[in-house]
């Protein structure tokens, strides 16, 4: 498939979103495109992102990291992004973002989230991003204080990395994987707000720990054999 350099995709994982919907999409910077990828939606999400302008990709096999990568290989972009379509994170601050990939001094950007409102980002949830980014320290000598969903990286080389995660292991994965190939890998806070609707997968303890079991099985993966010297740092 032939990359388009100019626009910009950013790939929104869609389960039962229908209210957040017209908030995300109305902040998609102008010139970029929006694909929405369904994952089972009830709700009538996929028809409202049709409505709005967006793309809409369907992924019957649920599951955050199986929607995350049908979005991934229906882009066509040579920049793409990703961000949760709960309202929580605005994809306009994907932009800067964008351009430090684009100048190439980093080649995966990532948004550290900063709770902004209450019940933004629960005491669970926060507990097991810390968790898992202790764990992603000691496996990849990265730096890093956030797992989160907002991300900026080129196309072809997100797919080079071979990513096969097809649930909550998925945006962990891209990291781990990532740190392994020797990317420069750059971090930068962004807010987080409250989320539309509820969680589909850190609403609960329950659901925050099998997350954190998912991402355990990614960073037992032993390095990839063209894998960069272990100890580096993020890029700030």
């Not at 869609?14 to 908030?23: K, V």
Request: charged share 25%; glycine share 10%; hydrophobic share 45%.
């Amino acid at each position: 498939m032939t990359t388009t350099s100019s626009r910009i995709d950013v790939v929104l994982p869609c389960l039962n979103e229908a209210e957040a919907l017209p908030w995300v999409l109305a902040r998609i910077p102008a010139g970029w495109r929006a694909i929405v990828v369904d994952n089972g939606s009830t709700d009538g999400s996929a028809g409202i992102a049709r409505a709005l302008g967006a793309t809409v990709v369907r992924e019957p096999r649920r599951g955050f990291g199986a929607a995350c990568h049908a979005g991934l290989t229906a882009a066509t972009a040579d920049i793409v992004c990703f961000c949760d379509c709960d309202a929580s994170l605005d994809p306009g601050l994907l932009v800067p973002f964008v351009g430090e990939v684009r100048r190439g001094e980093a080649d995966l950007v990532l948004g550290r989230r900063r709770p902004r409102g209450r019940g933004a980002w629960p005491a669970h949830a926060r507990a097991g991003n810390l968790v898992l980014a202790r764990m992603l320290s000691r496996r990849t000598g990265l730096r890093l204080h956030d797992l989160g969903p907002l991300r900026a990286a080129r196309r072809e080389a997100l797919l080079a990395l071979g990513l096969t995660d097809r649930r909550s292991g998925y945006p962990l994965q891209m990291v781990v994987r990532a740190a392994d190939a020797g990317w420069r890998v750059a971090e930068h806070d962004v807010p987080y707000l409250p989320r539309t609707g509820a969680s589909k997968v850190t609403g609960t303890w329950r659901g925050t720990w099998q997350a954190v079991r998912d991402m355990s099985r990614v960073l037992a993966e032993a390095p990839a054999s063209h894998a960069a010297p272990a100890e580096r740092r993020a890029v700030r």
